[in-house]
């Protein structure tokens, strides 16, 4: 057992300062690789932190899978990786059942997603079939194999990338799927200094292959332990529940926010409120993730889609934050009493 493990325990909770000071050790480990993108590591980590699911949508090239690499190594765990093709089988994602000749049975065999972080690359190029594969994974934490049910040890995050729909050779997540993922969020090109840095950065070898956890998987627990308990008081949880009410009344949208989506902003506004070094949340944590925690789940009218992609993309972002503005928010202390 590390030091750190030993100081830590290998159950139970830490400060919350400690939670604050371990996170911006995440972010600036994964910043040795991805530079000038600040907000997508922070809310990458955020949903770790929340034991949530990242979606990472944006065009080819612009850094997604390597985010999602340098998080997954910024942590001492198990990480596996599957690549999504047309061809991928739901059984190379969950495991299969392989008869063993000396014991004359089936055993089941563990597929790729029996980790602590899944890192799915391009996921909307497989078959619906496939994606559907990880329903069970992302919100039960289990796969059932031949009536069989095997447990995903905890935490257990998915960290997906995928290609804009209007790329070639990609299909569109079903709304089920996209309502599993706690966040979806975009890298964007990088700037002209940050894409300099990179060439002079990456001109013999990849930053990646030198990077080192600089958290455990004890510390990793303790700070989602420490996350779970951050106090949420009464306005603040109306003010989340409001804000998906809005989405669902709101006449640009022809689907709102799931009650999972209102629970899901409250956890990622938990985990916002401790990587800031507080115990209680704000509105300002809830408003701070309204579009990345609920923006991918809606569904805009035809109406208002207008010259936008199926999902609404820049579109539904504006609808979110123009429903954050007109939201009422909470009057009193978010503090616990």
């Known amino acids: 057992m590390s030091d750190t493990e030993g100081a830590v325990g290998v159950a139970g909770a830490m400060e919350i300062d400690e939670v604050g000071d371990r996170a911006a050790a995440i972010v600036r480990n994964v910043e040795?690789?991805?530079?000038?993108?600040?907000?997508?590591?922070?809310a990458a980590l955020t949903v770790l932190?929340?034991?949530?699911?990242l979606l990472i949508e944006d065009v080819p090239g612009v850094g997604k899978t390597m985010l999602a690499k340098a998080l997954a190594r910024s942590v001492d765990c198990t990480v596996s990786r599957i690549q999504f093709t047309p061809d991928l089988l739901p059984s190379d994602v969950t495991g299969?059942?392989?008869?063993?000749?000396?014991?004359?049975?089936?055993?089941?065999?563990?597929?790729?997603?029996?980790?602590?972080?899944?890192i799915g690359?391009?996921?909307?190029r497989a078959s619906p079939k496939t994606q559907s594969a990880l329903l069970e994974c992302m919100e039960e934490r289990q796969v059932t194999a031949d009536g069989t049910t095997y447990h995903l040890e905890q935490p257990f995050t998915v960290v997906a990338t995928q290609n804009p729909v209007e790329m070639e050779g990609t299909y569109p997540l079903p709304e089920a799927q996209r309502d599993r993922f706690m966040a979806r969020i975009s890298m964007g090109y990088p700037a002209s200094a940050d894409e300099l840095?990179?060439?002079?950065?990456?001109?013999?070898?990849?930053?990646?292959?030198?990077?080192?956890?600089?958290?455990?998987?004890?510390?990793?627990?303790?700070?989602?332990?420490?996350?779970q308990r951050v106090f949420?008081?009464?306005?603040?949880?109306?003010?989340?529940?409001?804000?998906?009410?809005?989405t669902r009344e709101d006449r640009q949208l022809r689907l709102g926010a799931s009650p999972r989506a209102t629970l899901q902003l409250i956890r990622a506004a938990k985990a916002h409120a401790a990587m800031h070094g507080r115990d209680f949340v704000l509105p300002d944590d809830v408003d701070a993730l309204a579009v990345p925690v609920l923006a991918h789940r809606l569904v805009p009218t035809s109406r208002a889609v207008g010259g936008h992609d199926h999902d609404g993309g820049p579109l539904i972002d504006q609808i979110v934050r123009r429903i954050v503005g007109e939201t009422p928010v909470p009057v009193g202390s978010a503090r616990r009493e």
């Not at 932190?49 to 699911?53: M, R, T």
């Open 32 to 42: 040795t690789v991805i530079s000038g993108k600040r907000d997508a590591v922070t």
């Open 49 to 53: 932190l929340a034991e949530g699911h």
């Open 96 to 118: 299969v059942s392989v008869f063993d000749q000396v014991s004359r049975r089936f055993e089941f065999k563990p597929g790729p997603v029996f980790a602590n972080i899944v």
């Open 121 to 124: 690359d391009e996921i909307n």
């Open 197 to 227: 840095a990179m060439l002079a950065q990456r001109e013999t070898a990849s930053p990646l292959d030198s990077l080192e956890p600089v958290v455990s998987l004890a510390e990793l627990r303790a700070m989602i332990e420490t996350v």
């Open 232 to 246: 949420t008081s009464e306005p603040v949880k109306g003010y989340a529940v409001d804000l998906a009410r809005a």
